[in-house]
């Protein structure tokens, strides 16, 4: 098992979220905020779910709070506006740092020193594309839309 999947986070409703299921399925993991100007990219993330769900793919969210207090929000409020606003399906852990001394477990291996691509956080809805054996596979700034061609090109040659 990867180091990746020998994770587990906490899902927003508190349960635990292990992440040895997604071994075999390739994942995008992207921090999210709920009051961004990137925000409506939950969007384009849940047609991505649905859309390549049953071909071994997921989405996981990870809320965010270090990038001007946009995600200020507890993880109940942050399940509803989701829900409510987007129809999200996809997994969301509860709020992680992804940035500093407090940097979570996930985020040292997706960005920390020693990574595939290493270096910090640059904003909300920066994306990493996990492999189905969980190495990371390709890093994508966030501005990089769901719908853009070069991640979904990198999303369908993962799955081939």
């Keep these: 098992m990867s180091a990746f999947h020998d994770l587990t986070l906490h899902a927003l409703d508190g349960q635990e979220l292990p992440l040895a299921p997604l071994k075999g399925k390739v994942v995008l993991v992207v921090n999210v905020a709920s009051k961004c100007g990137l ?3 939950y969007a384009g993330l849940e047609r991505l779910q649905q859309t390549y769900a049953a071909q071994g793919f997921s989405v996981l969210g990870v809320p965010c709070n270090q990038f001007a207090g946009q995600e200020p929000d507890d993880e109940a409020a942050i399940a509803q506006f989701c829900s409510l606003n987007y129809g999200v399906t996809f997994p969301l852990s509860s709020k ?8 979570h477990p996930l985020y040292r291996l997706l960005a920390g020193e020693g990574a595939e691509f290493p270096g910090d956080i640059t904003w909300n809805f920066e994306k990493f594309l996990v492999g189905q054996d969980g190495r990371v596979l390709a890093r994508f700034s966030p501005r990089t839309a769901p719908d853009d061609p070069a991640l979904i090109q990198a999303i369908e040659k993962a799955l081939a």
């Design 39 to 41: 925000t409506p990219q």
């Design 96 to 103: 992680l740092e992804v940035n500093g001394s407090g940097r």
